[in-house]
T-cell receptor, first 110, second 114 residues
Framework: QKEVEQDPGPLSVPEGAIVSLNCTYSNSAFQYFMWYRQYSRKGPELLMY????GNKEDGRFTAQVDKSSKYISLFIRDSQPSDSATYLCAMSQGAQKLVFGQGTRLTINP | DTAVSQTPKYLVTQMGNDKSIKCEQN?????MYWYKQDSKKFLKIMFS???????INETVPNRFSPKSPDKAHLNLHINSLELGDSAVYFCASSQDSVLAEKLFFGSGTQLSVL
């Protein structure tokens, strides 16, 4: 079993839809939870950063962490074609070594 | 002005050759990394340097040797390239080893070993 599981998709939704992306993990020591966005042929860029459990909102993006269920989510409201990318969850214990999920490939159709 | 830049962007080479990838960051960060992304998009850390000192060395073959001449540069040299080395290699940096979760990535080097 991988430490971090993420459905690779692909996921295709119409413009304006609410998108839900998820990861599960097995290591209860993880404390830092991130979402990175990766456009084709580019490096990942940090989208959301959360410490421990709870919600964090930034514009159209909301990150949720449920440590009791070992489950994290990223919600995108009013999705736009420019949101089309691969979304990677990542987590760490704070010892620098990030563990990444496989990434979910998302397409927003105009 | 590109924050983390790596060269070359594409590298096509024969098995058995030796090649290098260079990385530079102009963010003033103390910590730099090499990550490998395979064909299934899994991104895995290979090495991490903090102020020119090696601090993370994952289970990577000895054929891979990182070198940090100063804290703004981290190069990766690969000896005796094998087919399985084909992947995208990303350089990244973080402000310091404490804020390691906030990574800034370069655009990647697509390595194809024939």
């Amino acid at each position: 079993q991988k430490e971090v599981e993420q459905d690779p998709g692909p996921l295709s939704v119409p413009e304006g839809a609410i998108v839900s992306l998820n990861c599960t993990y097995s290591n209860s020591a993880f404390q830092y939870f991130m979402w990175y966005r990766q456009y084709s042929r580019k490096g990942p860029e940090l989208l959301m950063y959360t410490y421990s459990s709870g919600n964090k909102e930034d514009g159209r993006f909301t990150a949720q962490v449920d440590k009791s269920s070992k489950y994290i989510s990223l919600f995108i409201r009013d999705s736009q074609p420019s949101d089309s990318a691969t979304y990677l969850c990542a987590m760490s214990q704070g010892a620098q070594k990030l563990v990444f999920g496989q990434g979910t490939r998302l397409t927003i159709n105009p | 002005d590109t924050a983390v830049s790596q060269t070359p962007k594409y590298l096509v080479t024969q098995m058995g050759n030796d090649k290098s990838i260079k990385c530079e960051q102009n963010l003033g960060h103390d910590t730099m990394y090499w990550y490998k992304q395979d064909s299934k998009k899994f991104l895995k850390i290979m090495f991490s340097y903090n102020n020119k000192e090696l601090i993370i060395n994952e289970t990577v073959p000895n054929r891979f040797s990182p070198k940090s001449p100063d804290k703004a540069h981290l190069n990766l040299h690969i000896n005796s390239l094998e087919l399985g080395d084909s992947a995208v290699y990303f350089c990244a940096s973080s402000q310091d080893s404490v804020l390691a979760e906030k990574l800034f990535f370069g655009s990647g080097t697509q390595l194809s070993v024939l």
